[in-house]
């Protein structure tokens, strides 16, 4: 019999898993999310996303694309345990949603594609869990498909990623001939057997899919025994107290590798590697039994850190603690506004006064659900460690902190990706105007990465986002779900301006008299290039070397405000100003018209002033295309590329395809997917992800500018 799917209370916060399912599009996470919730019995039913009949891709844009656009949140039971798991999306125009989900998860399953092994996005989702610290293990999913090979996934796993793979499995078969793996802990094998079922289940519920336990086969033992000393050595080198043993007895004994291999993933020092098929409902066991075994609780992580006044202060996930979470998504639905939360200390109840910690304004919150993708259970109570989305919140937005009144903490919201694509939106009938405005603005109280504003010049509005797709979706979200026919003008990128040579010496003197209090200030500024700039696109120092009390602090910050507003537009079209040092040499104040104001004013003129007599030069985004092809259309591809001023760093060849890695500037790919598509008879496929900026070359027009 299958469990009830309603979900028992994990005894305590160590017994909660909060993970995240990481992967570049189409490597398999809605899958195996979809097999992890039918194994632990939360479904009753196998989702399949060719069909559309998946829990966490509920949204119907999901289904139409086949691909998952929302993070969705849900929750499951598996020995003794609650796994809270958020489906994240794997298109780089998503990657927003990846960074508010990693923001508050404990742990992560990576999934990789065993014929692809680390693609684009599967490094850029990486280098984001880097970020936050979070521990991962590594699933290389699609064993079953021709060309798969788990060796090659784990070297460009290595390769790529630059950590340390711990493989604990050996595959039993090849591609269509994947049964089964060998457990290289136990010395064992598991073998799937579709509709046996097994009374050697290692949990509480029987499946109609499972494993059977059978001893490692014969072909396979020189094999198996072979990649264990393999491990064994890996794990010593790394691991203080399996060295201790290794030495001792030129092996390490499985509590000992186990041990080892749980503090490795949650240093972050090795990455445990499993493998299996989720379409085939093989391998999914043996990974939620990594996941309870390797991937940290609650109490497994650093306190939460976060700011009262001035002070610093850490809450512990423990239930009697002050309450403290943080808001990382919010959901406009038909029966009310969800804001999903992570509740990082104390516990919240049905009906209790919460504070936003940036605001000082109180809420109540009205109700407290379990969510389960667009399904919802009621709670009465959550505690530290828990993933809940609450209803009653009327000002929360994603990276507000809430916490008791009581015990005022702020805690860090997650990072916001700058938009580097717009396109101007218009109700196609004048009744739709205000209807358009509030649609959109709950698009950006959603999705944070989203952003609105009107155009001062042509009174258009522009909708601005992470890329094509991105801004596709929100578009027709708006059409679905508001029922508003909108007019979309041709997407625009965001381009940037920076100083190649700057100026010395500029004087700028602001006087103002027209009755009573004057302003006066005195400014002389350098301008130059900031060269050491890590990233020249958000770059911006501003230094005084006024001595003498010429120019008193309080007017020096108010000179340095003035030139952060002059950056706003630049002289060669109105765009961002970057990647400049500003320096204040020197200055001279009036005893009575010298204000903060004047100074202020002071600088955003001289900055102004010196931008134009600067020489200045145009950036634009520029992204790693990913394109694999038949071998066929190589050259058809590789000179649309060169058109599109793309610059291929990497081609290889495998089995009928080529990939090929080239560098283009993101204004030139807008409708690149339909030629692709027409230059390879509908066989070709490309990823992009963010480089950051580049010079526009003299001579290429920039067009319009989306100012």
């Not at 996303?49 to 993070?71: L, P």
């Not at 609105?452 to 929100?474: F, P």
């Not at 507003?565 to 200055?587: C, I």
Request: proline share 5%; aromatic share 4%; with cysteine.
């Amino acid at each position: 019999m299958r469990t009830n799917s309603a979900l028992p209370s994990a005894r305590s916060s160590a017994d909660v898993r909060n993970l995240g399912i990481l992967a570049h599009v189409d490597a398999g996470k809605t899958t195996v999310t979809e097999r992890i919730l039918f194994l632990t019995g939360a479904t009753h039913k196998r989702g399949e996303v060719h069909d559309g009949t998946t829990v966490t891709d509920f949204d119907a844009q999901e289904r139409d694309r086949g691909i998952t656009i929302f993070a969705a949140a849900v929750s499951c039971a598996w020995d003794g345990h609650r796994i809270n798991l958020i489906d994240t999306p794997g298109h780089v125009d998503f990657a927003d949603e990846v960074e508010r989900s990693l923001r508050v998860l404990d742990g992560a399953v990576a999934v990789f594609d065993a014929v692809a092994g680390v693609e684009p996005q599967s490094e850029s989702v990486w280098r984001q869990a880097d970020r936050y610290g979070v521990p991962r293990i590594a699933f290389v999913n699609k064993l079953d498909r021709a060309g798969a090979d788990l060796d090659t996934a784990v070297t460009s796993i290595r390769e790529r990623l630059h950590t340390v793979p711990l493989v604990v499995q050996l595959p039993i078969g090849q591609e269509e001939a994947f049964t089964g793996v060998v457990d290289l802990l136990g010395m064992r094998a598991l073998v799937w057997h579709a509709g046996r079922a097994t009374h050697d289940v290692p949990h509480d519920v029987t499946h109609e899919v499972t494993y059977e336990v059978v001893p490692v086969p014969e072909a396979l033992r020189e094999e198996a025994h072979r990649r264990r000393r393999l491990l064994d050595e890996t794990v010593a080198e790394l691991h203080p107290a399996a060295m201790e043993e290794y030495c001792t007895a030129s092996a390490l004994s499985t509590p000992t590798l186990a041990a080892a291999l749980r503090d490795l993933t949650l240093s972050g020092e090795g990455v445990v590697v499993l493998c299996g098929s989720a379409y085939r409902n093989r391998g999914i066991e043996p990974l939620l039994e990594a996941v309870v075994s390797y991937l940290p609780s609650p109490l497994d992580v650093p306190a939460v850190r976060g700011t009262h006044g001035d002070s610093v202060q850490e809450r512990a996930a423990d239930a009697g603690a002050p309450f403290a979470g943080l808001a990382f998504k919010v959901n406009a639905t038909a029966t009310g506004r969800l804001t999903y939360l992570r509740v990082y200390s104390g516990t919240i109840t049905k009906g209790e006064t919460v504070m936003d910690a940036g605001t000082g304004r109180t809420e109540r919150i009205g109700r407290i659900l379990r969510v389960q993708a667009d399904r919802h259970a009621e709670l009465d109570r959550a505690s530290a460690g828990d993933i809940v989305a609450v209803v009653g919140l009327k000002s929360a937005r994603a990276g507000t902190t809430l916490c008791s009144p009581s015990a005022p903490l702020v805690l860090e919201p997650p990072s916001v990706a700058a938009s580097v694509v717009s396109v101007a939106v218009e109700a196609r009938r004048t009744v739709d105007t205000g209807r358009l405005s509030s649609a959109l603005a709950r698009l950006v109280e959603e999705d944070p990465s989203l952003a609105v504003r009107v155009d001062r010049e042509t009174g258009q509005t522009v909708l601005s986002g992470m890329g094509e797709l991105h801004l596709e979706v929100a578009v027709e979200k708006i059409r679905r779900a508001h029922g508003i026919e909108v007019g979309v003008g041709r997407p625009q990128v965001s381009y940037r301006e920076t100083v190649v040579c700057g100026v010395s010496g500029l004087v700028y003197r602001h006087v103002k008299q027209d009755g009573g209090a004057g302003q006066f200030a005195h400014v002389v500024l350098d301008v130059e290039r900031l060269e050491a700039a890590s990233d020249p696109a958000h770059a911006f120092a501003f230094g005084s070397t006024v001595t003498g009390g010429r120019v008193p602090q309080e007017y020096v910050r108010a000179v340095e405000a003035g030139c952060r507003d002059a950056l706003a537009e630049g002289p060669l079209g109105g765009h961002p100003v970057t990647g400049l040092r500003v320096t204040l040499t020197d200055g001279a104040t009036h005893p009575k018209d010298s204000s903060e104001m004047a100074f202020r004013t002071a600088g955003r003129f001289a900055l102004r002033e010196a931008l134009r007599a600067a020489v200045l030069e145009l950036l634009e985004p520029v992204v790693e295309l990913t394109a694999t092809v038949p071998d066929d259309a190589v050259g058809g591809v590789l000179g649309d590329l060169a058109a599109r001023r793309g610059r291929v760093t990497n081609s290889t060849t495998r089995s009928g395809t080529a990939a090929i890695t080239a560098t283009v500037p993101l204004a030139e790919l807008f409708g690149y997917a339909t030629r692709l598509r027409s230059r390879t008879q509908g066989r070709g496929t490309f990823t992009t992800r963010p480089l950051g900026y580049a010079s526009v070359p003299s001579g290429v027009s920039a067009g319009v500018l989306g100012r």
